[in-house]
């Protein structure tokens, strides 16, 4: 219909087109303009872009997601990928499509950002875009799920959560996103009760960022995970022995931490610990009748931990296999007469009597 169909006169008319005119060259220019922070956290206008230009559809996509318009934003942004498949603002396209489907299905928007992190590393966006790898991240380690074909959040994201976290240390090392990527991943190995995966995490984090907030943290839980990690008497020891060295060190390096949460006491339990694993490792020997490496194994217990409670034990089952040791192994074994003089206050023919069975006859009374 043409403006005279409404009544209008030709002065009206032409006053009308002209205030058309303006509306239009003022939606232009609003389009046509482009603004940054300066240092001083103020709106700064840097250019004037070309109505119609990559950049101009770039900043309607971009609009629209400010909007609060997600949809309109991913068809935008997938229009200007179609269009201009070798653009310089590939990157940035991607970044608004990735985030424009983050707010219904984040697992889709990770292709985007991923294609950003491995295709523009050296774009102005490969640094959100990782960010935003980061959260998501975070949101699977804390037990988000991702959705089923679209439908329901049943689909198990463990190792997507720690893939990506492993990706953002790796793409930004030394970096303070790098840091809270170690820490979590750390933490979430250590939630999760994976204790030697805790202690490399925790081990990585604090040779990578030893001046880190965090490292006294890391510190800490690096030994309890060693702690954790030992199994009892019958498996391997090994980390009792790093705990026992990261322990003696958390006490050179800080000693008012090491006092407070008891590092003298935690010493004491990893000795015990470590003698119970000789008195095992004894027993097992006795049980395939091989004395002289049984005696071998009684020998470092009780050289090493002769105020232990394995050592008092050792000392109590010495006379039964000791007369089977030939005379050269002897002549080189500690005193076990004086000791279980000492210890056990008993002479040497003399079978103290077991404590376990004492205190079981009790329970039955």
Same mark, same amino acid.
């Given at each position: 219909?043409?403006?005279?169909?409404?009544?209008?006169?030709?002065?009206?008319?032409?006053?009308?087109?002209?205030?058309?005119?303006?509306?239009?060259?003022?939606?232009?220019?609003?389009?046509?303009?482009?603004?940054?922070?300066?240092?001083?956290?103020?709106?700064?206008?840097?250019?004037?872009?070309?109505?119609?230009?990559?950049?101009?559809?770039?900043?309607?996509?971009?609009?629209?997601?400010?909007?609060?318009?997600?949809?309109?934003?991913?068809?935008?942004?997938?229009?200007?990928?179609?269009?201009?498949?070798?653009?310089?603002?590939?990157?940035?396209?991607?970044?608004?499509?990735?985030?424009?489907?983050?707010?219904?299905?984040?697992?889709?928007?990770?292709?985007?950002?991923?294609?950003?992190?491995?295709?523009?590393?050296?774009?102005?966006?490969?640094?959100?875009?990782?960010?935003?790898?980061?959260?998501?991240?975070?949101?699977?380690?804390?037990?988000?799920?991702?959705?089923?074909?679209?439908?329901?959040?049943? &689909? =198990?994201?463990?190792?997507? $959560?720690?893939?990506?976290?492993? *990706?953002?240390?790796? %793409?930004? #090392?030394? !970096?303070?996103?790098?840091?809270?990527?170690?820490?979590?991943?750390?933490?979430?190995?250590?939630?999760?009760?994976?204790?030697?995966?805790?202690?490399?995490?925790?081990?990585?984090?604090?040779?990578?960022?030893?001046?880190?907030?965090?490292?006294?943290?890391?510190?800490?839980?690096?030994?309890?995970?060693?702690?954790?990690?030992?199994?009892?008497?019958?498996?391997?020891?090994?980390?009792?022995?790093?705990?026992?060295?990261?322990?003696?060190?958390?006490?050179?390096?800080?000693?008012?931490?090491?006092?407070?949460?008891?590092?003298?006491?935690?010493?004491?339990?990893?000795?015990?610990?470590?003698?119970?694993?000789?008195?095992?490792?004894?027993?097992?020997?006795?049980? &395939? =009748?091989?004395?002289?490496? $049984?005696?071998?194994?009684?020998? *470092?217990?009780?050289? %090493?931990? #002769?105020? !232990?409670?394995?050592?008092?034990?050792?000392?109590?089952?010495?006379?039964?296999?000791?007369?089977?040791?030939?005379?050269?192994?002897?002549?080189?074994?500690?005193?076990?007469?004086?000791?279980?003089?000492?210890?056990?206050?008993?002479?040497?023919?003399?079978?103290?009597?077991?404590?376990?069975?004492?205190?079981?006859?009790?329970?039955?009374?």
């Amino acid at each position: 219909l043409g403006l005279r169909s409404f009544g209008l006169g030709t002065g009206a008319t032409i006053a009308a087109a002209a205030l058309l005119a303006l509306a239009a060259t003022g939606a232009a220019f609003a389009q046509a303009e482009r603004y940054e922070l300066d240092a001083l956290d103020r709106w700064k206008k840097v250019a004037d872009v070309t109505p119609g230009s990559e950049e101009a559809q770039l900043l309607a996509a971009r609009r629209a997601l400010v909007d609060g318009e997600p949809a309109r934003a991913q068809k935008l942004a997938n229009a200007f990928l179609e269009r201009y498949p070798l653009s310089r603002y590939r990157a940035d396209a991607l970044l608004v499509r990735g985030d424009s489907k983050r707010g219904s299905d984040e697992y889709e928007a990770l292709f985007d950002y991923e294609e950003v992190c491995r295709r523009y590393a050296g774009s102005e966006v490969f640094v959100p875009a990782l960010e935003r790898e980061y959260e998501i991240a975070t949101l699977y380690a804390k037990g988000l799920r991702r959705r089923f074909f679209g439908t329901f959040r049943i &689909v =198990d994201t463990s190792e997507d $959560a720690q893939e990506l976290l492993i *990706r953002v240390q790796e %793409r930004m #090392p030394g !970096s303070d996103l790098g840091e809270r990527a170690c820490m979590t991943l750390s933490d979430y190995y250590f939630d999760r009760r994976e204790m030697l995966m805790a202690a490399e995490s925790y081990r990585i984090f604090i040779e990578n960022y030893p001046r880190s907030p965090q490292v006294s943290k890391a510190r800490l839980r690096l030994i309890y995970a060693y702690l954790a990690g030992f199994r009892g008497p019958e498996y391997d020891a090994s980390g009792l022995l790093e705990a026992r060295a990261k322990l003696r060190s958390l006490q050179a390096m800080q000693p008012g931490l090491a006092q407070q949460i008891g590092a003298e006491s935690i010493l004491v339990r990893i000795e015990e610990s470590e003698a119970a694993k000789f008195l095992a490792t004894a027993s097992w020997y006795l049980e &395939v =009748d091989d004395p002289i490496s $049984a005696e071998l194994f009684i020998r *470092r217990l009780v050289q %090493r931990h #002769p105020r !232990s409670i394995a050592t008092i034990e050792a000392l109590r089952i010495v006379p039964t296999f000791l007369a089977k040791l030939p005379k050269t192994i002897l002549d080189d074994a500690p005193d076990y007469h004086a000791l279980r003089k000492a210890l056990l206050g008993i002479d040497w023919d003399a079978m103290p009597a077991d404590p376990t069975a004492t205190e079981t006859a009790e329970e039955k009374q």
